[in-house]
C-alpha cells in the first residue's frame, strides 16, 4: 500500500503563487511516476503535470503550461507543483496520484494505482 499526503493549498490572489506538496509513503520502491491532477466543482478531474521517477518531465497541458512546474525529490519520495500567476480558473481540488506502470500514458487517471485525498487551491480575482 502507497499513501499519499498532500498540503500547500490555500487561497491566494489572481497572479500569486502556491507550492503544493504531495509525501509518499509505503510501497513506493517500484514508483513509475507521480502525477497532479485537479478537478474545479462541477468539472471532470483533469491532468495537470507528470515526472518519471527517473527525472523526465511529461509535457504540461496548454492551460498550465509556463506558470506551473513539477519536481520531486526522490530521497523524500515526495513531487512539488510550483504554481506562478495563478488565474481563478486554476481555482480546484489538486490531487496527487502515483503509478507503478511504466511507459504507461501518463495523461490518464486510469494509470494510477494511488491517489490523495487532495488540497484545496483557491484563487480570488
Known amino acids: 500500500q502507497v499513501q499519499l499526503v498532500e498540503s500547500g493549498g490555500g487561497v491566494v490572489q489572481a497572479g500569486g503563487s502556491l507550492r503544493l506538496s504531495c509525501a509518499a509513503s509505503?510501497?513506493?520502491?517500484?514508483?513509475?511516476?507521480m502525477a497532479w491532477f485537479r478537478q474545479a466543482p462541477g468539472k471532470e478531474r483533469e491532468f495537470v503535470a507528470a515526472i518519471t521517477w527517473s527525472g523526465r518531465d511529461i509535457d504540461y497541458p496548454d492551460s498550465v503550461k509556463g506558470r506551473f512546474t513539477m519536481s520531486r525529490d526522490n530521497a523524500k519520495s515526495t513531487v512539488y507543483l510550483q504554481m506562478n500567476s495563478l488565474k481563478p480558473e486554476d481555482t480546484a481540488v489538486y490531487y496527487c496520484?502515483?503509478?507503478?506502470?511504466?511507459?504507461?500514458?501518463?495523461?490518464?487517471?486510469?494509470?494510477?494505482?494511488?491517489w490523495g485525498q487532495g488540497t484545496q487551491v483557491t484563487v480570488s480575482s
Open positions: 496520484a502515483l503509478t507503478y506502470g511504466i511507459g504507461s500514458n501518463y495523461f490518464l487517471m486510469r494509470t494510477y494505482n494511488y
Open positions: 509505503g510501497r513506493t520502491a517500484s514508483t513509475s511516476a
